[in-house]
């Protein structure tokens, strides 16, 4: 069985968002700074009842992707990965005695951006490149432009760092 570790999470989308019981393989935390959550099948079941659309609209929501994570089976330990491309943020992402990465770092504060841009924050699993075929004003423009060159520049710089630790290992 995988050593997992305990977390509480949510989307974190704004403050009546639920928060959610459940644990992260430490050997693979977080994909593109989001947190990989695995749940019991309580919990799996209130995460579908609260974030799976009831009905799909076809311009945003990609119908097959919804369909497989509801329609999963767990893990051989019984979880089910609610991970998937959702944007979940551990509730201790918001400690400020958390030692996380810069891409974490960008990841928390795109998601506070995005919380409070009216014309786009019914989007909670936009990611940068796809704000920018959306219409937005120039500032808007500017901001996510230039977060994304910082975005880039860290991911670069992070897979240096452990490209030199796979190195040094060998």
């Known amino acids: 069985m995988t050593d997992y570790i305990k977390t509480n999470f949510g989307l974190y ?5 639920p928060i959610y019981e459940g644990f992260y393989n430490p050997s693979n935390p977080r994909w593109n700074g989001w947190l990989n959550p695995y749940v019991t099948k309580e ?3 209130k995460i579908v009842e609260d974030v799976v659309p009831k ?19 767990p893990n051989e330990d019984g ?11 551990a509730e201790d992402d918001f400690s400020s005695e958390v030692n996380i990465s810069e891409l974490d770092e960008l990841t928390l504060e795109w998601n506070r951006w995005l919380s409070t841009q009216s014309n786009i924050k019914d989007k ?12 937005l004003s120039e500032y808007q423009r500017r901001y996510v432009t230039h977060f994304s060159l910082r975005w880039e520049t860290a ?14 290992e060998d």
């Not at 009905?55 to 089976?73: A, H």
């Not at 979880?79 to 943020?89: A, E, I, S, T």
């Not at 991911?155 to 040094?168: G, I, L, P």
């Open 13 to 17: 989308n704004d403050e009546n968002d």
């Open 79 to 89: 979880l089910y990965y609610v991970g998937c491309g959702l944007c979940w943020c």
């Open 155 to 168: 991911q670069n710089d992070e897979y240096a760092r452990w490209k030199q630790a796979q190195s040094t």
């Open 55 to 73: 009905v799909f609209n076809p311009d945003w929501d990609d119908e097959d992707f919804w369909i497989e994570l509801r329609d999963q089976k």
């Open 124 to 135: 909670p699993y936009m990611d940068a490149q796809e704000a920018l075929m959306h219409d």
């Open 43 to 45: 919990v799996f079941d």
